[in-house]
């Protein structure tokens, strides 16, 4: 079955830095689309960062472009969120997402997401 | 962006009677492929998001038939045909046309 397992997560203060992983197992994980969605403590969802199937492009949040880079290694079955400048409205649990298809096909798996703190 | 837009946004059920939520989009979320890239979401307290509905109104694997979505281009509806106790949570409408995908505020669903 699809597994997403997320790791990384942790407190660090304003302008540090955090490296998320994501480790895939259960499908071809070189066929589908990746992503990562936040969610503050007691608020909605907010889409991050999304990967293609091939890694050939990646699409970022206004607000992470240029702190953010999404990578991922379709040998290892593995996503990583390098996340740096890190701010206090950072804060959230970090959910690794899987793609319907190759890319904008919508979510349909969710890993168990894991927690980043920001605070000085 | 598309701003995506759900009413209510609270939603106190009983247990065995229908229930309905409404999802709202910015702009047309049909594509000229001839679908609706809007999925729905529950997410129930302290578990990550599951998915219900895909493509407006495809039903995902696993989830119970009293569970539909129906809808096109920027007006879309999930219906529970009679709530049971496990549907409370946090139901969610989200457009995967462009990027950057997009949710609805969320729907608190829970038992009167």
């Known amino acids: 079955q699809v597994q997403l397992v997320e790791s990384g997560g942790g407190v660090v203060q304003p302008g540090e830095s955090l490296r998320l992983s994501c480790a895939a197992s259960?499908?071809?994980?070189?066929?589908?689309?990746m992503h990562w969605v936040r969610q503050a403590p007691g608020k909605g969802l907010q889409w991050v960062a999304g990967?293609?199937?091939?890694?050939?492009?990646?699409n970022y949040e206004d607000s992470v472009k240029g702190r953010f880079t999404l990578s991922r290694d379709n040998f290892k079955y593995t996503l990583h969120l390098q996340m740096n400048s890190l701010r206090a409205e950072d804060t959230a649990t970090y959910y690794c997402?899987?793609?319907?298809?190759?890319?904008?096909?919508?979510?349909?798996?969710w890993g168990q997401g894991t927690l980043v703190t920001v605070s000085s | 962006d598309i701003v995506m837009t759900q009413s209510p946004l609270s939603l106190p059920v009983t247990p065995g009677e229908p229930a309905a939520i409404s999802c709202r989009s910015g702009?047309?979320?049909?594509?000229?492929?001839?679908?609706?890239?809007l999925n729905w979401y529950l997410q129930r307290p302290g578990q990550s998001p599951q998915l219900l509905i895909y493509l407006g109104s495809s039903r995902a694997s696993g989830v119970p038939d009293r569970f539909s979505g129906s809808g096109s281009g920027t007006d879309f509806t999930l219906k529970i045909s009679r709530v049971e106790a496990e549907d409370v949570g946090v139901y969610y409408c989200m457009q995967a046309l462009q990027t950057p995908i997009t949710f609805g505020p969320g729907t608190k669903v829970d038992i009167k």
């Open positions: 259960g499908f071809a994980f070189s066929s589908h689309g």
């Open positions: 702009q047309s979320l049909l594509q000229s492929n001839g679908y609706n890239y």
């Open positions: 997402a899987r793609d319907i298809g190759s890319y904008s096909e919508g979510i349909d798996y």
């Open positions: 990967s293609w199937f091939d890694g050939s492009n990646e």
